[in-house]
């Protein structure tokens, strides 16, 4: 009998047992798939191809700790996600664009008026936001300065109302916390 009639139930045993067979099965039933949901988070193909291929080696090495072997491919497919939006993250922090490029003018009155901008405060607050995770300074920017609620944020960063929520109120947390340093 050939490893591909086999189920993935059989695969992933021999799998946990270093079988280099299963492992290449399992690998040709899953990269395919892998190496789509990362390219559409990284939209680079070799980067695409190397954050699968570590998702793979990251699956094979914790495969003891997967509960339901069923569940495999969903499990697998959250490690290539979670790489792929780490590598993400990490892109953009590379790539930062300093925020005045980006800032526009806030319609409301609760966000930063154009004119205080000039001002020294303003200034070192923006710059403490910089060295804030992307991801906070990108949903703080949003929600303070851009004037976006909740549900809006939710919508452009594709996370929950509770993981908005969460990530706002931390990012503030952390915000504070450097401001009080830097004073």
Known sequence: M???NQDIEQLLLLCKSSNQRAQLEVYNRYNKAMYNTALRIVKDSYKAEDIMQESFLTAF????TLEDTNL???WLKRIVVNNSIAHYNKTIKQNEVPLE??????EDDN???EHDQKRDKVKHIMSVMKTLKPNYSLGLSLHLI????YEEI????DISYANCRTMISRAKESLRKKLVQTV
């Open 101 to 106: 490029q980006v800032m526009y003018k806030v």
């Open 154 to 157: 939710c919508e452009i960063m």
């Open 2 to 4: 050939t490893s591909t």
């Open 61 to 64: 090495t914790k495969l003891n």
């Open 111 to 113: 966000g930063i008026k």
């Open 146 to 149: 851009e004037g976006y609620d």
């Open 72 to 74: 495999f491919g969903a």
